[in-house]
């Protein structure tokens, strides 16, 4: 009887211990496996631009593998009728170059990001790494508003819409005399640097917006049409303080061509 009973306590005490033995076990699991359980992987972002049109080009999003400064279409004097050989030179080789150089060199530290278009970026600028976010806000900008903006201009542009957009621009502003004003407003009205833009909505409807500094209507779901940049470096040398001067002639270059294909690509963007 008393062996049976001693039996009994040896099996019991043995199964304690290994009942203690493995919630000790479980717990030390639990504490080496938690972070890795946490913490979410590192993974390559899904470029948000897939199902967009390009903005850069008609055929291509603008690379950044590295990123290139675009030739000019045309002579620095083919502009006169609105901006100087000057201007455009310094325009050109100087501030865009620069946008471009700086955007290569941030990218830099950061390789991984080199397959992605600088659209790309700029819709999904909250996945940039913070240590370059910025830079590539304003250079990745500067480098896309800009090449659009040597494509909307042309040494025979000028005079009246032409095409669908001509008849859009009615539709939506009244008529070309009222959007001309409306747009010059809010390129006046922009306060210190950026742009002055015709999009398309969503909604596929046409609407004038002003972007500060470089930022492009792309980061807010907006497709670019036409663009005046209105930084003092695109008129000062000409126009000194009066922009408005210069935003009144800067329709005598403007591509109605170009624009119209823009105009076209843009009803394809799905944002
Ligand atoms: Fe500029």
Known sequence: MLTKFLRQQFVLFIAGIFLVSVLFACQENQITES????????????????????????????????AQLPKLPYAYNALEKAIDAETMK???????????????????????????????????????????RETVRNNG????????????????????PTGEIAQQINQTFGSFDAFRKQFNEAGGDRFGSGWVWLVRNAQNQLQIVTTANQDSPIMDGLYPIMGNDVWEHAYYLRYQNRRPEYLNNWWNVVNWTEINRRSQAGLQQKV
Do not use: C
């Open 35 to 66: 972070p890795t359980a946490t913490v979410s992987p590192v993974t390559q972002q899904t470029p948000l631009t897939t199902n967009s049109p390009p903005v850069a080009y008609p055929d291509r999003e603008l690379t950044a593998t590295p």
């Open 90 to 132: 310094l325009h050109h080789d100087r501030h865009h170059a620069t946008y471009v150089n700086n955007l290569n060199e941030a990218l830099q530290k950061h390789p991984e990001l080199k397959n992605r278009s600088v659209e790309a970026m700029l819709r999904d600028l909250n996945n940039i790494p913070e240590d370059i």
């Open 141 to 160: 900008g500067g480098h896309l508003n800009h090449t659009i903006f040597w494509q909307i201009m042309s040494p025979n542009g000028g005079g009246q």
